[in-house]
């Protein structure tokens, strides 16, 4: 069989999804069928045994590096070539889905199960890799794994980062589980190229009825957390004009950041997803409310023009109430711009193999993200039922996942140049 | 001495204050010296007692009835005549002050403490009570006490009242801190007239540098909860097209009732001082809202308007956001006025001895509100510095309360019928 027409075998990768799946699921009284499987538990542990079970059996040399990070590779026929890198992660966030992340990692398991089952080899090793900790949920910073992988992150650091729900330390729990390995991170090498299949996570490749999102690089991202303060009163006794108010301050601000980012348009997003007030009574004017605002962009300067009119209005704001504003950045990253070669190379693949195809950018921070400062580098996406994702409902057809998984196998093979087809 | 020139001795009554607030007392990192005594608790228990014990001190016949209402009851020199009846409450919220309600029992102990050292004898009796669980901090509604007393609940109903903590039954606990009493209650008989000193809880009297509130009625209340409903997103991959967002609405909301106050003007006021987001993350656009709104007004008409302008801008919200509002009403009372005669004692009299005065409604609710069912009804309010109520911090000047307590004496005096003047 011509390489070009390999497809893989989409039964095969749903059976690996559902098994996978079942570590830390979680049924919803909808018959949703999610997962918990927070980075460094027992759950994480399980599922990483099988999936690294999973390698062993398709013949892969399996490494686990000093951040737990697992890459499995598949040799070339030129032994000085750089792997084509295949990779995502499988840990899940405490209410997740069976497709975030697990997707990317079990594609690239079909794509190699493709290549063996069709006695295709290919030039560049073909490796199919899974980042610790990706989700955050539990260790902070989230993408840790991938960004200790490129250097982003000191490993000491990343070692001794403390869990969100127990405190306990990143490195004893690796070690407890059995995923200290004695692989260096950062990485000696880079991947000749890096690919990662997706869900969308959102809902525009539904909305516009596309298969394929060809991801152009991930948004710019500005976390901020505001604490308003201003003075507790009596809801009855105190008129109008004599409140200092940080709820309708903060309300204010919500109302107004939406008010930036529909002015602004393209990319620019702006979500108030936690709020807080104290001390949060039916008949008490707040004296204190805690905040977020998440700024998205793909365009830096544009993303410094949200967050400069933002700024501005919490100034004039503060002023116009009588109260105070202190503002603390959570996180903040430039937008990242994938390889244009990368980026062609998916579109253009897709198209042939019949799929509707919609450039995007990634709303959502991946590992490419932190690949693609090491390497070629690009992402493929399907659709997400409802836009949904985070959420046990996630779910995405099965015609998509294999539009998907094709499209990664035929990148792969363009990347890392097949040269032989097998018997028919 | 004429009584007509009689004085409270405002040391005495401080040092009642500062007894009964060391029941319960709660000291804050600045000085504050708060107080908890939540109704039908131990603390509750043990200031009962030590109010009760001041009674029968000044030789007061004490009544309790069955739902722990406490009259201690000095005669008068017409043994058919209704008592003028001196009240408020003695339980606080868990982080209350030590004059909310406090100051009005302890006042009424001044008062007859002063006619009692002066010699001085009433035509009609007068009478000082305390109300059970005028907070509503632990069982709900709040003036339970005084609503029974009046007839406008059931006594059985509230005997039946669970606590908001620790599911208690109200009667249980009656019973438990041995204040269920033998009176019947309803009360067989109307008081003749009903005055009650308190504390403003607002920042108006300070504002406008006045003494003594005229307090002319209760502002109309009408409490709504809000449960938003929209479609929980991810903040990063959702463009604002798509979103149905309920913590946008919630602020659109929140801003938009302190529209309809502000526009409206007088006495209309409105607050948001709860507000729960779901799931309350950084990067997650909420998939319901729970907020709720408080709004009042002293004339029922305008309040009517006020809820219709809220209702009206809460569907145009839903439907162009695409989210469902569910609307719970907490609570609704009419606007209560007071009887303009009382009004009009309490000015004049506050006027006579020196005071400034404002006549003003008050924004929160009191016991009075329910005795003005059955008699009537004034009240006689006093500063609170920095308009502080319902909190540690709370506070009176010395030379307020002694205005306050002055005012009391001097109404209750008018109402009862001084019949003789003691020795000088």
């Known amino acids: 069989m011509n390489p070009a027409d390999l497809r893989i075998d989409v039964d095969r990768l749903v059976e690996r999804l559902e098994a996978l799946g079942e570590i830390g699921a979680v049924h919803g009284p909808n018959g949703e069928r999610g997962c918990a499987r927070l980075a460094l538990t027992d759950a994480d542990r399980d599922g990483r045994d099988l999936v690294v079970g999973w390698m062993h059996d398709l013949g892969l040399s399996v490494t686990v590096d000093a951040i737990g990070n697992v890459v499995g590779v598949r040799a070339g026929s030129d032994p000085t070539a750089a792997p084509v890198m295949i990779g995502s992660h499988i840990d899940t966030v405490r209410t997740g889905g069976r497709f975030d992340g697990n997707l990317g990692v079990l594609g690239g398991l079909e794509v190699i199960e493709t290549l063996a089952q069709h006695g295709v080899s290919t030039e560049h090793p073909v490796a199919v890799a899974f980042f610790t900790d990706e989700e955050g949920a539990r260790f902070q910073p989230d993408m840790l794994g991938s960004l200790v992988y490129v250097g982003g992150m000191a490993l000491e650091d990343a070692l001794g980062v403390r869990a969100a729900d127990d405190e306990a330390q990143l490195g004893d729990e690796l070690a407890r589980i059995g995923y200290a390995g004695p692989m260096p991170c950062p990485a000696a090498g880079a991947p000749h190229a890096f690919v990662e299949l997706h869900i969308e996570q959102g809902p525009v490749l539904e909305d516009e009825g596309v298969t394929i999102g060809v991801v152009t690089g991930v948004q710019g991202i ?105 503002r603390r950045t959570l996180a903040r990253f430039e937008p990242v711009e994938f390889d244009e070669r990368m980026i062609d190379l998916v579109d253009v693949t897709a198209t042939r193999l019949g799929h509707t195809t919609l450039r995007m950018p990634s709303g959502a921070g991946h590992d490419a993200q932190m690949l693609a400062r090491v390497c070629p580098t690009s992402m493929i996406f399907v659709p997400s039922v409802n836009g949904l994702s985070h959420n046990i409902a996630e779910f995405t057809e099965l015609v998509d996942l294999q539009a998907g998984a094709d499209v990664l196998l035929q990148v792969v093979l363009e990347l890392a140049g097949p040269v032989g087809g097998g018997s028919p």
Chains 1, 2 share one sequence.
């Open 222 to 326: 500005s976390w901020t957390e505001l604490t308003i303060t201003g003075q507790s009163a009596h809801a009855g006794t105190t008129p109008m004009r004599l409140r200092k108010d940080p709820a309708y301050v903060a309300a204010e601000i919500t109302a107004g950041v939406r008010a930036i980012a529909r002015q602004m348009g393209g990319t620019q997003v702006a979500t108030v997803g936690r709020l807080e007030l104290v001390p949060n009574l039916v008949n008490v004017v707040a004296s204190r409310v805690t905040m977020t605002v998440d700024l998205r962009n793909t365009d830096e300067h544009l993303l410094q023009h949200a967050e400069h009119r933002f700024e501005t209005m919490c100034t004039r704001l503060a002023a116009d109430e009588g109260v105070t504003i202190e």
